[in-house]
């Protein structure tokens, strides 16, 4: 089985621009989850989706949103480019589920988009 | 809200031996979930391990091991015969059980392993 894909795998964008990163999750995952990793850092969290509902929301400004569709893809919008959101953009798949216990909690992740912003 | 610290920012070792990675977090909870990920120069992040804090045992998995501390809220990874493969930077997870926390990963900053040849 394909694990998570992500696209486009690096992009460079102009401050005040927007810019749309997309994730397909593991083949009967429903739960999508965003983080950013600026470099050097560890990632942060930014977004939860679970059955196209968002289930969870980091310390991020609402120039970030995301969604996800019925094929359980999901898309991360961020507005209004800074300098300080370029960064290492992770998607992560899981089973997800009210119960993350077992075998559901395992978050495997994607192999990023190199967002860098001038 | 729950942290994690990791107070190596890098770390060598030769090819062949043993090495330890160290962890602590700040949690009020009694419930929850560690893990150590590995993030390779190719940017996929690998899970190498996972703990269950509800279990006293330490996780094992072939060269890779935990030393689980809850009291002390310690979580360090011994990686045995070090592998040319295993370079990379390692990150410590923390997972609450349930709840809001239980929506996200919130990592420490990594270590750098390098290995030796």
């Known amino acids: 089985d394909a694990g998570v894909t992500q696209s486009p795998t690096h992009l460079i964008k102009t401050r005040g621009q927007q810019v749309t990163l997309r994730c397909s999750p593991i083949?009967?995952?429903?739960?999508v989850s965003w983080y950013q990793q600026v470099l050097g850092q560890g990632p942060q969290f930014i977004f939860q989706?679970?059955?196209?509902?968002?289930?969870g929301r980091g310390n991020f400004p609402d120039r970030f949103s995301a969604r996800q569709f019925p094929n359980y893809s999901s898309e991360l919008n961020v507005n209004a480019l800074l300098l300080g959101d370029s960064a290492l953009y992770l998607c992560?798949?899981?089973?997800?589920?009210?119960?993350?216990?077992?075998?559901?909690?395992?978050?495997?992740f994607g192999p990023g988009t190199r967002l860098t912003v001038t | 809200a729950q942290t994690v610290t990791q107070s190596q920012p890098e770390m060598s070792v030769q090819e062949a031996e043993t090495v330890t990675l160290s962890c602590t977090y700040d949690?009020?909870?009694?419930?929850?979930?560690l893990f150590w990920y590995k993030q390779p120069p190719s940017r996929q992040m690998i899970l190498v391990i996972r703990?269950?804090?509800?279990?006293?045992q330490n996780a094992t998995e072939n060269r890779f091991s935990v030393n689980f501390q809850k009291a002390a809220k310690s979580f360090s990874l011994k990686i045995s015969d070090s592998q040319l493969g295993d370079a990379a930077m390692y990150f410590c997870?923390?997972?609450?059980?349930?709840?809001?926390?239980?929506?996200?990963?919130?990592f420490g900053q990594g270590t750098r392993l390098t290995i030796n040849p």
């Open positions: 992560a798949s899981s089973l997800g589920g009210d119960i993350f216990r077992g075998v559901g909690y395992e978050q495997y």
């Open positions: 083949s009967g995952h429903k739960s």
């Open positions: 989706y679970y059955e196209k509902e968002e289930r």
């Open positions: 949690t009020s909870e009694s419930d929850y979930y």
């Open positions: 703990q269950e804090a509800y279990k006293q």
């Open positions: 997870a923390y997972r609450s059980a349930k709840g809001q926390g239980a929506q996200k990963l919130v």
